[in-house]
């Protein structure tokens, strides 16, 4: 089984930042492939970022791109999401989420949540206008 637990959320003005860290147990963390998800109230969850196992394959919904980095070190069982030039828009609970793929390479990562077998409890993210 695989432990995640997301850290860094809170409240931040329109165009500042936060990092989100997202620590897993449980399992060789390098085997696992890791997403961020964030669900707004009365909204479907909906994907964010996501990483491959090495960190070769990247993927970011387009709404994030160029502003949101997702990042992982295998050495400390830990995976990043740095969030700059935040909307009011962003605000949503963030989710920490990961899947052991049935194999070996570097591929790039799912992007649909049914995909993923393991989930944090999530963090808040709020963006003051």
């Known amino acids: 089984q695989v432990q995640l637990v997301e850290s860094g959320g809170g409240l931040v003005q329109a165009g500042g930042s936060l990092r989100l860290s997202c620590a897993a147990s449980g399992r060789t963390f390098s085997r696992l492939v890791m997403g961020w998800f964030r669900q707004a109230p009365g909204k479907e969850r909906e994907i964010v970022a996501a990483i491959s196992r090495r960190g070769g394959n990247i993927y970011y919904v387009d709404s994030v791109k160029g502003r949101f980095t997702i990042s992982r070190d295998n050495a400390k069982n830990t995976g990043y999401l740095q969030m700059n030039g935040l909307k009011p828009e962003d605000t949503a609970v963030y989710y920490c989420?990961?899947?052991?793929?049935?194999?070996?390479?570097?591929?790039?990562?799912?992007?649909?949540?049914?995909?993923?077998?393991?989930w944090g409890q999530g963090t808040q993210v709020t963006v003051s206008s």
């Open positions: 989420a990961a899947y052991e793929p049935n194999y070996s390479g570097d591929y790039v990562p799912a992007n649909q949540a049914h995909q993923y077998d393991y």
